[in-house]
Every structure is written in structure tokens, then in C-alpha cells.
């Protein structure tokens, strides 16, 4: 089984639905991030989580929520989803030297 | 965190050492090198890091200048799987600062046949 496990991997939704993605991961680590990734780009932050009870924003964090569920769940939700946030997005566990990806959610809003 | 400059993009003869540069004039005494890469479109993939001395392991080496303004990662014998983008990142490492990435362009390397 993968580290890092996203869902969905690709997703076609309308402008205006919410969506939510979600990323579970068996590395044991307390931290979690969102990332973002444009065409031709590198990855942007979202938002991370050091602990269940810890949430901070990213870069990139407007338009955008998460819930950290449990040590291993950490959800990304787009409450009014808009074209613009058409993009792959990545979840990521670390540890203090290396962080763990997940393959990517394909996000289309049409 | 410093800022990294990288070459947009390389190509790289299957079988032979490819040699990356990386450029972070302004790294402070504190700072580490990372080097992650990301094949396609799939998730960034951690390669190596270091401080101040050079580093190996299964995947690269890490060679960092002693004034630790520019770094090289080296891949001994690069086959076709190794053809990715590369990213070299520069940032502190304390635990309140959890592991915040901040990717820029990277270098595309191409491993040619």
C-alpha cells in the first residue's frame, strides 16, 4: 500500500459545487500539508497540519478549507469550487528531513 | 528560506553521470539542501539533503561547496527513469517549522538514449 493514499484521482466538477478531497497516510507522522500544482509549475501550499488539533495556512489558502480529521486523514475542501482552481493537488506527510507525497488529485472545474 | 536558481532544463546520455547545479548564494549558516524530484505528474519524490558535507545515498550524491553558496546533485548512471524534473530547496529545519516546501522552476532533465 502507498504512504500516502489520495482520493479521488481525478475529478470533473461544476463551478459553484463543493468538493472535497481527501488524503490518509500510513507513515505514523504528525504532519500533513496541501499542496497545489499549475501547469509548468511547482507546488504551492495550501494548507498544513503539525497535529489533529493544529490547522495553518499556506500560500495559496483562500477559496480553500481542511479538516484534520485523525493523525493519519487530512481532507481538502473547495466550498464553491471556480475554474481557476483547476490544478493537480498533492498531499504530503513528513517527518523533520523528508516529506511523502501522494499521487495527486486531478481536479477539472468546468 | 534562500532562494535556489536552478538551469531550466538538461539532457543527460543514458548510463552517464548527470550533474545538477544549484545556485543559493544567500543560504544562511542554518539552512539545509534538499533535493526532491517529480517524475511526470506523479507526487515530488525526496532524493537527498545536506548541511555542509557531502552526502550519499542509494539514489545520489550531494555535493555542497564549502561556502555552501552552490550544491550539485549527482546521479551516478542515470537511466531513462530517471528523466523528471529536479528541485533543489533551501529552508531551516526546526520542528515548530514542521516541513514547509518551497518549490520553484526546477531543472527538467531529459535522459536521452
Known amino acids: 500500500d502507498a504512504d500516502v493514499t489520495q482520493t479521488p484521482r481525478n475529478r470533473i466538477t461544476k463551478t459553484g459545487k463543493r468538493i472535497m478531497l481527501e488524503c490518509s497516510q500510513t507513515?505514523?507522522?504528525?504532519?500533513m500539508y496541501w499542496y497545489r500544482q499549475d501547469p509548468g509549475l511547482g507546488l504551492r501550499l495550501i494548507y498544513y497540519?503539525?497535529?489533529?488539533?493544529?490547522?495553518n495556512k499556506g500560500e495559496i489558502s483562500d477559496g480553500y478549507s481542511v479538516s484534520r480529521q485523525a493523525q493519519a486523514k487530512f481532507s481538502l475542501s473547495l466550498e464553491s469550487a471556480i475554474p481557476n482552481q483547476t490544478a493537480l493537488y498533492f498531499c504530503?506527510?513528513?517527518?523533520?528531513?523528508?516529506?511523502?507525497f501522494g499521487q495527486g488529485t486531478r481536479l477539472t472545474v468546468v | 528560506d534562500a532562494k535556489t536558481t536552478q538551469p531550466p532544463s538538461m539532457d543527460c546520455a543514458e548510463g552517464r553521470a548527470a550533474n545538477l547545479p544549484c545556485n543559493h548564494s544567500?543560504?544562511?549558516?542554518?539552512?539545509?539542501v534538499y533535493w526532491y524530484r517529480q517524475i511526470h505528474s506523479q507526487g515530488p519524490q525526496y532524493i537527498i539533503h545536506?548541511?555542509?558535507n557531502n552526502e550519499t545515498n542509494e539514489m545520489a550524491s550531494l555535493i555542497i561547496t564549502e561556502d555552501r553558496k552552490s550544491s550539485t546533485l549527482i546521479l551516478p548512471h542515470a537511466t531513462l527513469r530517471d528523466t523528471a524534473v529536479y528541485y533543489c530547496?533551501?529552508?531551516?529545519?526546526?520542528?515548530?517549522?514542521?516541513?514547509?516546501?518551497?518549490f520553484g522552476g526546477g531543472t527538467r532533465v531529459l535522459v536521452k538514449p
Open positions: 530547496i533551501v529552508r531551516v529545519v526546526f520542528k515548530a517549522a514542521g516541513n514547509k516546501l518551497t
Open positions: 545536506g548541511l555542509k
Open positions: 504530503a506527510t513528513s517527518d523533520l528531513h523528508e516529506a511523502f
Open positions: 544567500t543560504i544562511s549558516g542554518n539552512e539545509y
Open positions: 507513515k505514523g507522522h504528525d504532519r
Open positions: 497540519s503539525f497535529d489533529v488539533k493544529d490547522i
